[in-house]
């Protein structure tokens, strides 16, 4: 066993990506006022290189972009952040890689990844003298207590034991931040093949036949990395025909045909047009104040969404999030919508600002009269907030036939584009920026232990919308899935899709394969072959296939041999693929949320500080689980940052 010489203390990080790559950073920032010139043994166990992890290495395909402005993400903490440790200022990935970005503003992930990598060989080359740093490029299976801290909840030194054949290290304490834990796969019937669900897999899209015939369950971002490798990856070409127009995509004959759907039906709206702020989008988005009153600039922090609100309505007896604390995001999200309408289209509005501001300050609290302000303030429908409409484009539209879904899905996606990129994309911007905001806020709240696991669980099903609006891909990607649905490589199943496999009886002889086939009771659409809903082809024998429909199209299905899982796999204790969490899950040393406890699939935490309960609710205080998170911005006193600080304090205070 690999026992450090001494009286060191050591740490383990288990997963080094950027959660615990920010870990490390604040680590060696707090070693000198709270550790000294002590020996520290630091441990980093990743398969993957420490910074980048796996989202982020540096090995796979340029096609696959961040959805995030690389002038909006950075790893290191500056002055804005309030913490105890010491600030560590330093560039964005924008200002680190210098050069051209995509759609403008994105880096593709495998660039984020080599600013990752520097991060942390950055900080790990300047750290303290008493500090050694060890790097395990393995996967821990198992954390054994050693008998000094076999009692439940006992401190004590544990066995980190790797599959790499290396013999176990001690560590005093461990933090587990593997990030988001895939979960194995439900197997495909016998003869179909099922790809995913998981982030873009390269190799296993490029054994996709061209041609073939794909159902695609999720239109989100892993659709979209999908589809940047199954077209562009296989030499197809975006062009512009004329400049200013619209997009087209030249096929290069190597493609799969895609039958795409989800349960909204509709793709993830594209991020708003991004703009430095020091350019020129910037400079006119807030415009000289018109004659009907100034409006102030976009602020920097909830109005009506902040912690102490949002705080003082959870400590009311039997408060819920979605009846205390939910209005007072929608009222934010509202706020910041008008705010920015009356600033950037002032004709669209019969109101000064300062009395519109005024009133909706005095009747944020009672949704109907707030209605009632915003139809008195903004004549026309289109332009007041609706987030319902927003969330569910297709809700209650009715469709004739599969064309007629085509034609109307696509001329939506075509008004979001406009909508988000266009003159008026302010408005789109001042929404995803109240929504990142407010959801900042609650981040807070649950980080720090406030809010009770049915309040979790509600504040999760709420904030979908706010993942929905605001986690979009970049502009250009969803033009590109536009000129794609008109060249027919794409096609929309429609909203509430439903996959099933469909049994065969033998093979098709002569080893043919059934085409798609899309029916809508009347005849057949341009392309397909129309069969009555369940009426199988007209042969000896047929095979096994996936059939997909939705309840928007009654009577029209679309079958296909491969099922493109396109989305992230919900929690699932049983289906964990981490050997690590496997091994504590069984021996109950972790445990997740029970459906009826709320938060379904997320791991017993004991609050604020983040240590696991086990099943016999014993808290783990030398084990802390740092669970995923979005990269923070610069200048925002993220929530990221002081998280992250407080574990980086709490694993070398004193006992």
Not at 318 to 331: H, M, N, R, T
Not at 354 to 368: E, I, K, R, V
Not at 431 to 439: F, I
């Amino acid at each position: 066993m690999n026992d450090p010489v001494g009286p060191a203390r050591s740490l383990c990080l288990i997963g080094c990506g950027p959660r615990g790559a920010s870990i490390v950073e604040r680590i060696l920032a707090n070693v000198p006022a709270l550790y000294g010139d002590r020996p520290l043994d630091l441990h980093i166990v990743d398969p993957y290189p420490p910074g980048a992890g796996r989202t982020w290495r540096t090995d796979q395909p340029g096609l696959l972009w961040m959805n995030s402005a690389a002038e909006q993400v950075t790893m290191y903490p500056d002055e804005s952040v309030e913490c105890a440790g010491p600030p560590r200022p330093g560039p964005t990935t924008a200002g680190w890689l210098d050069a051209p970005l995509h759609d403008g503003a994105y880096a593709a992930r495998r660039d984020q990844g080599r600013y990752l990598r520097h991060f942390f060989e950055t900080v790990t080359r300047e750290r303290p003298a008493s500090v050694r740093l060890y790097v395990h490029r393995a996967r821990a299976v198992d954390l054994r207590r050693t008998p000094a801290g076999a009692a439940p909840g006992g401190r004590g030194r544990q066995q980190v034991i790797l599959d790499s054949g290396q013999p176990p290290f001690l560590a005093d304490r461990v933090v587990f931040a593997q990030g988001h834990t895939d979960t194995l796969a439900a197997p495909a019937p016998a003869g179909l093949t099922r790809i995913g669900p998981g982030p873009a897999d390269p190799a296993a899209l490029a054994d996709v036949p061209p041609g073939a015939r794909v159902l695609v369950r999720g239109l989100g971002l892993v659709f979209i990395d999908c589809l940047a490798l199954l077209t562009e990856g296989r030499g197809g070409r975006f062009v512009r025909p004329a400049p200013g127009g619209p997009l087209r995509y030249l096929p290069s004959g190597r493609e799969p045909r895609l039958y795409a759907g989800s349960r909204r039906g509709f793709p993830l709206p594209p991020k708003p047009a991004y703009a430095s702020p020091a350019g020129p989008r910037a400079a006119s988005a807030t415009p000289a104040a018109p004659a009907t009153g100034a409006t102030p600039a976009a602020p920097a922090a909830p109005r009506f969404a902040t912690v102490d609100a949002c705080r003082a309505v959870l400590s009311r007896p039997g408060a819920s999030f979605g009846g205390e604390v939910w209005p007072l995001v929608v009222a934010e999200l509202g706020w910041c919508h008008y705010r920015a309408l009356f600033a950037g289209q002032p004709a669209r509005t019969r109101m000064s600002w300062p009395d519109f501001d005024a009133q909706y300050a005095l009747l944020h609290p009672d949704a109907d009269r707030l209605a009632k302000l915003a139809r008195e303030a903004v004549p026309a429908p289109a332009d007041r907030l609706d987030l319902a409409r927003l969330a569910d484009p297709l809700a209650g539209l009715r469709f004739a036939g599969p064309d007629d879904l085509q034609h109307r899905l696509r001329g939506l996606l075509a008004e979001e584009l406009r909508r988000r990129t266009g003159p008026a994309s302010g408005v789109a911007t001042a929404l995803v920026d109240g929504l990142q905001r407010a959801g900042a806020v609650i981040e807070e709240l649950w980080r720090s232990g406030e809010l009770s696991a049915g309040q979790l669980a509600e504040a999760l099903d709420h904030f979908a919308l706010g993942t929905y609006l605001s986690s979009g891909p970049p502009p250009l990607r969803a033009e590109q899935l536009l000129a794609l649905a008109e060249a027919d490589v794409v096609t929309f199943v429609g909203p509430g899709m439903r996959v099933s496999p469909v049994p065969g009886d033998g093979d098709v002889p002569g080893g043919a394969v059934p085409g798609e086939r899309a029916t809508d009771g009347d005849g057949a659409a341009p392309g397909h072959e129309a069969l009555p809903e369940g009426r199988a082809l007209e042969s000896a024998q047929r095979r096994a296939v996936f059939r997909a429909t939705s309840p928007a199209l009654p009577g029209t299905g679309y079958e296909a041999d491969i099922l493109l899982d396109a989305r992230l796999a919900a929690p699932d204790p049983d289906r964990v693929t981490d050997p690590l969490l496997r091994a504590l899950l069984s021996r109950g040393e972790l445990v997740q949320e029970r459906p009826e406890d709320g938060a379904a699939g997320m791991l017993r935490l004991s609050g604020a500080d983040l240590h696991p309960v086990d099943a016999a609710g014993s808290v783990h205080h030398d084990r802390t689980i740092a669970g995923p998170a979005q990269f923070p911005r610069p200048h925002t006193n993220a929530v990221y940052f002081r998280q992250n600080d407080a574990i980086a304090r709490a694993l070398l205070a004193d006992d």
